[in-house]
T-cell receptor, first 111, second 114 residues
Framework: GIQVEQSPPDLILQEGANSTLRCNFS?????LQWFHQNPWGQLINLFY???GTKQNGRLSATTVATERYSLLYISSSQTTDSGVYFC?????????????FGGGTRVLVKP | KAGVTQTPRYLIKTRGQQVTLSCSPI?????VSWYQQTPGQGLQFLFE???????NKGNFPGRFSGRQFSNSRSEMNVSTLELGDSALYLC?????????????FGPGTRLTVL
């Protein structure tokens, strides 16, 4: 099946810093989402971005489908940005919404 | 519009018992998927239901089963519980106007098997 790798696994930031999270995937996809998992376990949807670029406030994401990677940018980080960020994809070879998740990037923003 | 809801939020069971978890999707959503999250295996897909039919299935034993009702609500059942079934179980829903679309997750059910 499709493989998803996220890097780095851990990231420690000072408040106000910028960062880039990366997601590599091994096959063509028709669904790619970025999630933020809060301390209580809920996955918060950040972006639905199988291709192209999107921005939402201090967050933005870019997916280059032809090169099989996606980037999540966090600008002017805040302590509330702490948590685990997941990338999830659905292979174009599989029908429906079967998402394969990467291992996540654990982000800690220090005040 | 209310989000995805899951009940119960926490559950403690003993080995050998069975458990049923419930998921109510966002109003109008027709697709419901289930995921298991453990520290060792991460987030893994269990199955997806669309219009009361199982559309996708992950690599889990037959002890894990599910169903979807005509109002799109879904249940998953785990029989003969094992210690390794302790996990956070997450449900997601989507409109599925196209083949695949944005998935919205519920708060999860944390299952502990003793």
């Amino acid at each position: 099946g499709i493989q998803v790798e996220q890097s780095p696994p851990d990231l420690i930031l000072q408040e106000g810093a910028n960062s880039t999270l990366r997601c590599n995937f091994s096959d063509s996809v028709n669904n790619l989402q970025w999630f933020h998992q809060n301390p209580w376990g809920q996955l918060i949807n950040l972006f639905y971005i199988p291709s192209g670029t999107k921005q939402n406030g201090r967050l933005s994401a870019t997916t280059v489908a032809t090169e099989r990677y996606s980037l999540l940018y966090i600008s002017s980080s805040q302590t509330t940005d702490s948590g685990v960020y997941f990338c999830a994809v659905a292979s174009i070879k599989a029908a429906g919404n079967k998402l394969t998740f990467g291992g996540g990037t654990r982000v800690l923003v220090k005040p | 519009k209310a989000g995805v809801t899951q009940t119960p939020r926490y559950l403690i069971k003993t080995r050998g018992q069975q458990v049923t978890l419930s998921c109510s999707p966002i109003s109008g959503h027709r697709s419901v998927s289930w995921y298991q999250q453990t520290p060792g295996q991460g987030l893994q897909f269990l199955f997806e239901y669309f219009s009361e039919t199982q559309r996708n299935k992950g690599n889990f034993p037959g002890r894990f089963s599910g169903r979807q009702f005509s109002n799109s609500r879904s249940e998953m059942n785990v029989s003969t519980l094992e210690l390794g079934d302790s996990a956070l179980y997450l449900c997601a829903s989507g409109l599925s106007r196209e083949d695949t679309d944005t998935q919205y997750f519920g708060p999860g059910t944390r299952l502990t098997v003793l």
